[in-house]
């Protein structure tokens, strides 16, 4: 993830471990104080990692408990994204005076199991251009980057409407660049008054991860309004 995002103005933190050190808000330990050990390690070291990338850019440390629909809430001034997956757990955090919004999300980088999966998240457009993508660059798990770049995708539309957006509401086009971009096929959220109606963003396959990526920047324009907000 820390390689995917190293050109915007974003803090990465990653693990593909559980710490020892690794602990959790009282707050937060009421959250998955009946969960499986499972869920108990995945909750408890992404917010390590979160705690440990919010400390890289001078915010003290704080619970980060679920919020509506699960979003975590951030503290004050800052956007975020957390995710885990089988062996690797990860915390992305900017200030709000540089990033609107983002949405990171890891996979194991291998191809869904379940091919019901492909037909839930794809429309048959999709499902073209993906077998396309098969053809000529075989070896990438395209339908798994899909969905990953779907869950980023809602990861970053959720904190900006507040709204739920299924899989079917967003038309992702994979690139074989390392790139993909999201096309908004319902209402896009409006920020400084222009109405978003497409998500870019960045795609990598690496030790054994897919891991999908958006972040909006601030803009010049956008400046003076965030920093008044």
Known sequence: MASLLAAVPVTVVETYGDPADAVLFPEEEAVVAKAVAKRRDEFTTVRHCARAALHL????????????????????GVVGSMTHCAGYRAAVVARAGEVTSLGVDAEPGEPLRDPDVLTMIADESERAALADLGVRHPGTPWDR???????SVYKTWFPLTGRW????????????DGTFTARLLVEGPVVEGVELKVFSGQWIVRDGIAATAIVLPITPADQPSAVHA
């Open 145 to 151: 980057l899909l969905f990953s770049a779907k869950e």
């Open 165 to 176: 957006l299924g899989f079917e509401d967003a038309r992702v086009r994979l690139d074989p």
């Open 57 to 76: 850019i001078g915010v003290p440390p704080a619970p980060i408990l679920p919020g509506q629909r699960g979003a975590p809430r951030w503290p004050d």
